[in-house]
């Protein structure tokens, strides 16, 4: 069954860093581009980051120069390293499998992150 699990959220100050993993199973995680979505109180669920198989990276204006995506296919993670964290980074961080572009794919639980001094 295939599965994603996010981890690595908590509560941080403004200015501060935090790194998210997602774990992947039960599919051939080297071969699916993945994103990290978004979710801030009230509002939608929003793409800012997305790593091809290949490698290849792409950003949302509102993270780019703070936030790196990255991926480790031996051992079918993603990650995202936040840097520099506003307070409306805070939301719920949704990990994202799909294997073409409008691929429903799977879905993590997702992980709350909250910038707050």
């Known amino acids: 069954q295939e599965q994603l699990v996010e981890s690595g959220g908590g509560l941080v100050q403004p200015g501060g860093s935090l790194r998210l993993s997602c774990l992947g199973s039960?599919?051939?995680?080297?071969?699916?581009?993945m994103d990290w979505y978004h979710q801030a109180p009230g509002k939608q669920r929003e793409l800012v980051a997305h790593i091809t198989s290949g490698g290849t990276t792409n950003y949302a204006d509102t993270v780019k120069g703070r936030f790196t995506i990255s991926r480790d296919n031996a051992k079918n993670t993603v990650y995202l390293q936040m840097n520099s964290l506003k307070p409306e980074d805070t939301g719920v961080y949704y990990c994202?499998?799909?294997?073409?572009?409008?691929?429903?794919?799977?879905w993590g639980q997702g992980t709350q992150v909250t910038v707050s001094s």
């Open positions: 039960g599919f051939m995680f080297s071969i699916y581009g």
């Open positions: 994202h499998a799909r294997f073409y572009t409008n691929d429903p794919g799977y």
